[in-house]
């Protein structure tokens, strides 16, 4: 079983991360950086996830994305 971090808030996420004794992943997010909205996770929890060997994947939902997906 994995633990699935893509749909809790960044505290719940940064505790889970810091107390499991196994990886986990955030399997279907994007970066904070890109739109700044709660659905996205901060980069400090991405490197949290991979530090301990877990596993992340990006979404491409497009609400998530910065207005316009001009961030090029």
Do not use: Y
């Not at 909205?37 to 990006?58: T, Y």
């Amino acid at each position: 079983m994995l633990c699935d971090l893509s749909h809790v808030g960044d505290l719940t996420a940064a505790e889970v991360i810091e107390h499991s004794r196994k990886p986990v992943c955030i399997s279907h997010v994007l970066p904070r950086a890109l739109h700044d909205v709660k659905r996205n996770k901060p980069d400090d929890l991405f490197r949290a996830c991979a530090a301990k060997g877990g596993v992340i994947g990006l979404s491409l939902f497009a609400p998530g994305l910065k207005a316009g997906n001009d961030a090029r």
